[in-house]
């Protein structure tokens, strides 16, 4: 007999019989069915036509890659009266490669163990199994292949066993959707740092006046502060605001009161003006902003007073304090204080300096322009030196420029100036710039390695995230994946930019690790990025395969569409595109994407003819191909 060549018995008639017929029903009643567990090609015809219910499968077919890993389930339920009492039956599951490589999966965790006194119990037992192996791009094409063995329970140490068979279409190739992931790349930058807004200089002076009095006497304005505001006028400093609060003391009506603490103030303004006449500088006045602000009967002031003075006890303080903070209005309020018995230090110690006019005087401070620094930057940058200049002037001026070879030689020289962190970091970032845009690969690599000494020298001076994340993109585009993830350990997304791209990163890694729910939530918060929202369909997607829930695939086409909308120019996302039509069975859509696919990448062509996610679309493909 045919099955005879492939068993090796040499000696036990019966057991042979009994081994010969178990697999003769297994294996014919698996063809019934479609699926054979192992088989002669020359026994086949004899096998289906006494098959009566075998049934096995393997899900998924063809088997898919997700992570690093294929995963899948085999299942094998024995046709009745195969299995005979006090006989073991194994089946080992390999995975043969084109060139016939046959690799055993899962050791003996990959042996599908039947027990034929299981028939006392169960006369159609069903064996399942969930087996995986670690992916190799040698296994792209081959197919799942099974090895049968049986022996005696009394002497398990004479075992028989069958040659390997492969069945047609049974596990056959792989599936590697997963592997279109597209690498996030990103140079960022550290913050400059400097801050080019108009910086002020404030000079304060006080004038005082009499109670119930505005008229701004002789003697405040031949005082020292007096003198002091006539110096600064008579320099023209060049100044952008002038604030003057007008006050009162705590006596008087609100009407009156409020009178004097504007017209005080009034009278400080108009005084500032007279002498930007006396010096001729009148013109210079209306460039300066005068703020008017009287303040009407607003403790703030009195309290600090009190609490400051040394003319009155911690006792008295705390009466001032209870009325303060009691009930009643400003004027009843004032009208307590003068019953107090110390009343009179009050108003001889406290209340004068409250009647008052203050000004404050916000002077421009004298900076270099941004074409200034511009100019000082260069010169450094050509080796010069240059007084007054600093590092976070010169990222500014490195912020400012788009030639990245400007900023190449601006961040070299800031390193010799300080020898600072961020300037690696943003040296790094530059040349990872240049990689993103070089076209030929080698000078692409002799950047990214540039970049990445630059990168690790800034975080050997002080960690950062902008340092990870650009050490991680830059680990990625030399295709070390797990040395990208590594390194992006512990760092989350956040607000910004730099938060989308984390997220963008993170999602990535999660696609590479078949966590698609967490990609999915990472990508989400991506912000608009093109390669983030062509990465969240295909997560979708492959979430959907794994989880063979067929509700996911509409998901994924709308979200391949929004992936096609944010980059009409990404080919990829036409190819996925695609693949979900494929799975959603619409044959039209997998024409109409594939061909907008092949014109933008031409070498998609090949890849989709051999692609076994159309293996039930030839006819589209070959449509698209036309």
């Not at 960022?188 to 801050?195: E, Q």
């Not at 404030?202 to 007096?226: C, H």
């Not at 990208?484 to 512990?490: L, P, Q």
Request: glycine share 6%; with cysteine; aromatic share 8%.
């Amino acid at each position: 007999m045919i099955l005879e060549k492939y068993f090796c018995f040499k000696q036990d008639t019966k057991l042979k019989k009994t081994v010969m017929n178990m697999y003769k029903r297994a294996l014919s009643g698996v063809l019934t069915s479609g699926i054979l567990l192992f088989a002669s090609c020359n026994a086949l015809t004899p096998m289906i036509e006494s098959a009566k219910n075998g049934q096995s499968t393997v899900t998924p077919n063809p088997l898919e890659l997700h992570g690093d890993k294929v995963e899948f389930t085999v299942k094998v339920q024995v046709p009745e009266k195969v299995l005979k009492p006090k006989i073991m039956y194994e089946l080992d599951v390999f995975y043969k490669t084109a060139t016939d490589e046959e690799t055993a999966i899962g050791g003996e965790n990959g042996t599908l163990v039947y027990d034929g006194d299981a028939l006392a119990t169960n006369p159609t037992p069903t064996v399942e199994k969930d087996l995986s192996f670690d992916y190799d791009e040698k296994y792209k094409e081959g197919q799942l292949a099974f090895k049968g063995r049986a022996y005696k329970k009394s002497k398990p140490e004479k075992v028989k066993e069958t040659e390997l068979y492969t069945i047609d279409n049974l596990g056959k190739g792989v599936i590697t959707t997963s592997q279109l992931v597209q690498a996030p790349y990103s140079a960022n930058y550290v913050p400059h740092g400097y801050d080019n807004s108009e910086k002020y200089i404030p000079t304060n002076v006080d004038f005082y006046f009499q109670q119930g009095r505005s008229d701004l006497r002789y003697s405040e304005r031949r005082s020292d502060r007096g003198k002091e505001l006539e110096n600064y006028v008579s320099t023209n400093m060049p100044t952008r605001t002038v604030n003057i609060t007008g006050m009162h003391s705590p006596e008087g009506s609100t009407e009156i009161n409020s009178k004097l603490a504007n017209d005080r103030a009034a009278v400080v303004e108009k005084y500032y003006k007279t002498l930007g006449k006396k010096f001729d500088y009148e013109s210079t006045m209306d460039s300066i902003n005068f703020v008017l602000k009287p303040v009407v009967e607003d403790w703030d002031a009195f309290k600090n007073a009190v609490q400051a003075s040394d003319k009155i006890s911690d006792g008295q303080k705390s009466e001032v304090m209870d009325i303060l903070n009691g009930s009643g209005d400003f004027v009843s309020k004032e009208l307590k204080l003068q019953t107090l018995s110390f009343y009179r230090v009050l108003f001889r110690d406290i209340y004068p300096p409250l009647r008052a006019g203050k000004m404050e005087i916000l002077q421009i401070k004298d900076e270099p322009t941004d074409a200034e620094i511009a100019v000082m930057t260069k010169k450094q940058a050509n080796g010069e030196e240059v007084d007054g200049l600093n590092s976070k002037m010169m990222a500014y001026a490195a912020s400012m420029t788009p030639d990245l070879a400007e900023k190449e030689k601006i961040y070299e020289a800031a390193i010799k100036l300080d020898d600072n962190y961020s300037a690696y970091n943003n040296l790094g970032a530059t040349y990872m710039a240049m990689a993103i845009e070089e076209s030929s690969e080698s000078k692409k690599m002799d950047l990214v390695d540039k970049a990445i000494s630059n990168f690790k020298l800034s975080l050997q001076k002080q960690e950062s995230t902008e340092g990870k994340v650009n050490l991680a993109s830059a680990q990625l585009i030399k295709g070390d994946v797990a040395g990208a993830k590594a390194t992006m350990s512990g760092v989350s997304g956040g607000a910004g930019e730099l938060g989308a791209t984390i997220n963008s990163l993170n999602g990535y890694f999660g696609i590479t690790t078949a966590d698609y729910g967490t990609a999915i939530s990472n990508l989400e918060q991506a912000g608009n990025d093109p390669v983030a929202a062509y990465n969240k369909a295909l997560a979708i997607l492959l979430k959907a395969s794994k989880e063979v829930n067929a509700d996911d695939y509409a998901k994924a086409k709308t979200a391949f569409a929004d992936a096609i909308s944010a980059d009409s120019k990404n080919a990829l996302a036409y190819y996925g595109a695609a693949i979900t039509a494929a799975r959603l069975g619409n044959s039209g859509e997998v024409t109409s994407n594939l061909k907008k696919a092949f014109d933008l990448d031409n070498d998609l062509k090949e890849k989709a003819v051999k692609d076994l996610e159309f293996l039930s679309q030839q006819a589209a493909v070959t449509e698209a191909t036309k």
